[in-house]
């Protein structure tokens, strides 16, 4: 079936690109329940047949989900059906979504917002946090540095090593909060992610920065993992000012219009089984 412009009348969707469409589609039926909530995406292969459409597009318009809370990853369960109601339930302000501002505003205000929750996080993991935990946040660390040997964006694993952190806080409200705004920040972090990714240098001083607040943490030294914590959300902030306009335009800045439109909202915690959906097709509109 073709796609049809009837179908999904969002500002995303009439972009008019293959992954807006898709996003548009799946964010539809999640919507519609074609997909219900607490079940599982179909995989991959199975979503490139069903849109007609490459891998590389579904992925990207699974990433977009995630961003906006409609979906989540869980471990045993891949990619899961959120409630769309809980998606809805915060809205950031809208920042860098064209005009005369300049679309690195809305992502430095979230790195603002991170900086200080990040900052007390980190000293409460160096406090509280017990040798498996610990290992957890070595892993997630050699996670980031081995996708970026294998040429990922390192994406996920940078949200699953903070993630990782905020369990050692012993404070469920930090996972939760976390987990709320990198949903949110998931364009935001692959915004600074690629800027850093540019220069060798930048990649280095990244590296850096999360080794220092994995050593603090260790050695559970609070104020040095509180120091640690800050500066990194500190020091992204200022890699991003300094980013060139060549950066901000293109796909940047339409991923910076993302985190404008982000929406935050509460996990799910239900079994997942998998969706029945009615196959769609992404085609050219009819």
């Known amino acids: 079936m073709a796609f049809s412009a009837s179908e999904d009348l969002s500002p995303r969707a009439m972009d008019g690109t293959l992954a807006d469409r898709v996003t548009g589609l799946i964010a539809a039926d999640i919507r519609a329940r074609i997909y219900p909530v607490n079940t599982r995406l179909p995989t991959e292969q199975a979503m490139t047949q069903q849109y007609g459409v490459s891998r590389t597009v579904v992925r990207e318009a699974i990433s977009r989900l995630k961003s906006e809370g409609l979906v989540e990853t869980r471990q045993g369960s891949g990619t899961v059906v959120r409630d769309p109601k809980t998606a809805d339930a915060f809205r950031l302000a809208q920042a860098g979504t064209g005009g005369t501002e300049d679309p690195a505003q809305g992502v430095l205000r979230i790195l603002e917002l991170r900086r200080g929750i990040e900052a007390e996080m980190a000293a409460l993991a160096a406090q509280r946090r017990t040798g498996a935990e610990m290992t957890q946040i070595q892993q997630a660390l050699r996670a980031i540095v081995r996708a970026e040997k294998e040429g990922r964006d390192g994406v996920e694993e940078d949200l699953a090593f903070h993630i990782a952190i905020s369990r050692a806080a012993h404070n469920p409200h930090y996972t939760e909060l976390l987990g709320m705004l990198t949903r949110a920040l998931h364009d935001a972090i692959r915004l600074t992610r690629s800027n850093e990714a540019r220069r060798v240098d930048l990649a280095a001083q990244v590296r850096a920065e999360h080794e220092a607040l994995c050593a603090a ?3 559970r030294d609070a104020a040095a993992a509180r120091t640690a914590a800050f500066m990194h ?54």
């Open 233 to 286: 959300m500190h020091n992204t902030g200022e890699r991003i000012e300094q980013a060139g306009k060549d950066f901000w335009t293109g796909d940047s800045r339409a991923a910076a219009r993302r985190v404008a439109r982000a929406k935050l909202g509460t996990s799910t915690t239900a079994a997942a089984t998998p969706a029945r959906p009615t196959p769609r097709k992404a085609g050219r509109q009819s």
């Open 217 to 219: 943490i260790k050695a």
